[in-house]
């Protein structure tokens, strides 16, 4: 429920953008609102940071870094293959992410190999390649840049799947997105250090940009962390990023009513499939939890 929790609202979150967007703001300005608001009020949990336990040794401190570097990766090359090319493509690619993370489980002996754990993922990508009907975009200007940022964005998005369960046997949930949050609030000063023409004049949509992104430091940032910090070391990755996809469904529906976009029965069909990937996953696992109890 935590992970479900967190993707319901990633998949809201991402038509929420588009209203800002048009309110005139950058990607980046977005994304700081975000990880400021986040980072600002998980800071005050700072006294129950390391009362249970706490981070020791290079590798754990290393770890945590390691997340937080992706959280920016996620963001900027995410909204890098946006702003390059159609929207389908990172909308697709991103789940580029199952089947690395799934694979990365099984090296590591933290899963076996599952012919339907394999098909349920199979499932989930096809789904996302009706759904966002990526393609009949690879022929459109920037498309390959598009690519390879969205590409970027998916790896990066595995490694925080794939690190978070283990970090939860030595933090909290809630130093844990303080970590991630105020990494990426730094991340963000570094990127626009650099990129100054990121930070757009807003005019007299300041107030209302500045309020919108508030709202969406709550819907984007605050509430999705902490849910995705709970729940993947309860879950683990692979699990994890399967119940994580249920972001696209809520995508295109909260786009059909809040955007008015169209809902085909492409999309509808993909929809289906992602659904059924998620249900057929957790299906597999929950019969390998009863052998395994069997087992004892």
């Known amino acids: 429920m935590y992970v479900l929790v967190s993707g319901c609202c ?16 950058s990607f980046l300005q977005v994304f700081i ?7 600002i009020f998980f800071s005050f949990f700072a006294g129950s940071f390391f009362k249970t336990v706490k981070p020791e040794g290079l590798k754990q401190w ?15 090359f995410l909204f890098l293959s946006y702003s390059l ?36 993922i199979a499932v ?27 590409f970027a964005a998916s790896m990066c998005y595995a490694v925080i799947f794939i690190l978070t369960p283990s970090i939860g046997a030595y933090t909290t949930a809630e130093f844990r997105s303080f970590v991630v949050s105020a990494i990426g609030f730094l991340g963000c000063l570094v990127i626009l250090a650099f990129m100054p023409s990121l930070w757009y004049d807003l005019g007299e949509n300041s107030s209302k940009f500045f309020v ?42 909260s786009a059909a009513l809040l955007l008015g976009e169209s809902l085909n ?26 052998k395994a109890r069997a087992a004892l």
Do not use: C, D
Request: glycine share 14%.
């Open 124 to 150: 989930v990508l096809v789904g996302a390649v009706f759904t966002t009907e990526i393609l009949t975009t690879f022929r459109e200007p920037g498309a390959i840049p598009a690519v390879l940022a969205a």
């Open 212 to 253: 919108f992104a508030l709202f969406l430091g709550v819907v984007g940032q605050t509430l999705p962390v902490i849910m995705l910090m709970k729940g993947l070391p309860l879950t683990g990755g692979s699990l994890g990023g399967v119940v994580a996809s249920i972001e696209l469904p809520i995508a295109v529906f």
């Open 265 to 290: 029965s492409f999309k509808i069909f993909g929809v289906v499939l992602v659904l059924s990937g998620i249900v057929l996953y957790n299906f597999a696992e929950r019969l390998n939890l009863k």
């Open 62 to 76: 290393g770890s945590l870094l390691a997340i937080g570097l992706a959280t920016i990766g996620v963001g900027t």
């Open 10 to 25: 990633w998949g809201f979150h991402g038509v929420l953008i588009k209203y800002a967007f048009a309110l005139g703001g």
């Open 33 to 39: 609102a975000e990880v400021l608001f986040a980072a």
């Open 85 to 120: 090319g159609p929207v389908a493509i990172p909308a697709t690619l991103m789940f580029l992410y199952l089947p690395v993370v799934y694979l990365v489980s099984i090296l590591t002996g933290h899963q076996h190999v599952s012919a339907v754990k394999i098909g349920a």
